[in-house]
C-alpha cells in the first residue's frame, strides 16, 4: 500500500511539474591548450619568463594569476576579477575579439568568468 501510494504521488508531481530536481549551469570553463585564438588569453610575468595561459567554455573559475600584463577575451564576452599592485580589486569587462594590457601596471587575477 505505501509503495502504490508513494508511485501514485510521484507521478502526480510529475504531471503537475512539481519536481524538487532543479538544472544548474554547468561550470564547464577549464584551461587548455593556446591553439586557437577564439580562446581567452592571459600573458603574465614569472621571474624572467613570460608565459601565458588559455581559457576555454563557459562559466567561472577561480584562479591566481599573478604579475598579468596582457589579456585577449577571444571569441567570448568574459569578466575579470583582479587586484591591482596597491591592493585594490576591481572587475572589468572584456567585449569578445578584445585585448587589455597592462604593461607597467601589472595586475592579479583572482576570477574569469567566460559568458
Known amino acids: 500500500m505505501r509503495k502504490a501510494l508513494t508511485s501514485v504521488l510521484f507521478a502526480t508531481a510529475i504531471s503537475c511539474g512539481i519536481v524538487g530536481v532543479t538544472a544548474t549551469p554547468a561550470a564547464a570553463i577549464n584551461k587548455v591548450d593556446c591553439t586557437s585564438s577564439a580562446f581567452v588569453k592571459i600573458w603574465n610575468q614569472t621571474g624572467s619568463e613570460r608565459t601565458h595561459h588559455c581559457f576555454a567554455n563557459a ?3 577561480d584562479v591566481y594569476i599573478t604579475r598579468v600584463y596582457g589579456i585577449w577575451s577571444g571569441a567570448q564576452v568574459i569578466n575579470i576579477t583582479y587586484t591591482d599592485a596597491s591592493g585594490g580589486r576591481g572587475e572589468i569587462t572584456i567585449p ?3 585585448h587589455r594590457e597592462y604593461v607597467g ?5 583572482n576570477r574569469i568568468t567566460i559568458h
Open 59 to 61: 562559466g567561472a573559475i
Open 96 to 98: 569578445r575579439w578584445s
Open 105 to 109: 601596471n601589472e595586475i592579479t587575477i
